[in-house]
């Protein structure tokens, strides 16, 4: 059993930058894919960016390349998102995800991911 707690939410004026922390109690983090999703109010849960388990790889949705940073520390079972540039549209309630002993790439995939977080609001007002 995983467990996941995201913080580093909140209210931010557009342009401005926010950065998610999510720590995992497991001590197998380290083999683990960890992805990021969010989903905003009357939508589905979108896949935001998503991170390999060495670190070696990662991948992001079109709406957030250049602006996210996806990352991880495996000393401290923690990933995180460095949002920047923060626009309107990025509000939504974030997850972290993370996906036990995967070792592919396909990391958008919501179905490759067995434990998530509770999430944590970000709202960016314009």
């Known amino acids: 059993q995983v467990q996941l707690v995201e913080s580093g939410g909140g209210l931010v004026q557009a342009g401005g930058s926010l950065r998610l922390s999510c720590v995992a109690s497991?001590?197998?983090?380290?083999?683990?894919?960890l992805g990021w999703f969010r989903q905003a109010p009357g939508k589905e849960c979108e896949f935001v960016a998503g991170i390999n388990w060495s670190g070696g790889r990662t991948d992001y949705a079109d709406s957030v390349k250049g602006r996210l940073l996806i990352s991880r520390d495996n000393a401290k079972n923690t990933v995180y998102l460095q949002m920047n540039s923060l626009k309107p549209e990025d509000t939504a309630v974030y997850y972290c995800?993370?996906?036990?002993?995967?070792?592919?790439?396909?990391?958008?995939?919501?179905?490759?991911?067995?434990?998530w977080g509770q999430g944590t609001q970000v709202t960016v007002s314009s």
């Open positions: 497991t001590r197998t983090f380290s083999t683990c894919a």
């Open positions: 995800a993370a996906a036990q002993s995967y070792r592919g790439n396909y990391l958008s995939k919501k179905d490759l991911y067995d434990y």
